[in-house]
Nanobody
């Protein structure tokens, strides 16, 4: 079954850290770009960051650079999102996504329409 399953969300105090995981199955994970997006209540789904198939290229939304880090372990079919110095405005459902349109891409995209496969999301709540 082709799917992405996120985990690691939860409730954390402002200033804390969380690491989200996204486990992939049913496709050749190590060949494709992966990304994280987030969606706060009443808002659109926003790009957080992306990582190319071998980790050689990463991209982040400017406002999160330095606090959030994406990594991947192809041997475990898993992509991670390390979130540090969390703020209440980081509260959202976090989704991972896969760009399955072409393998071994060295460019990554920030628009949701470029990603064909999505997980169900994991809730992150940051209290003040």
């Amino acid at each position: 079954q082709v799917q992405l399953v996120e985990s690691g969300g939860g409730l954390v105090q402002a200033g804390g850290s969380l690491r989200l995981s996204c486990a992939a199955s049913g496709f050749t994970f190590g060949s494709f770009t992966m990304a994280w997006f987030r969606q706060a209540p009443g808002k659109e789904r926003d790009f957080v960051g992306a990582i190319s198939w071998n980790g050689g290229t990463t991209s982040y939304v400017d406002s999160l650079k330095g606090r959030f880090t994406i990594s991947r372990m192809n041997a475990k079919n898993t992509v991670y999102l390390q979130m540090n110095s969390l703020k209440p405005e980081d509260t959202a459902v976090y989704f991972c996504a896969a760009d399955l349109s072409r393998s071994y891409r060295t460019v990554v995209f920030s628009t949701a329409s470029e990603y064909e496969l999505w997980g169900q999301g994991t809730q992150v709540t940051v209290s003040s």
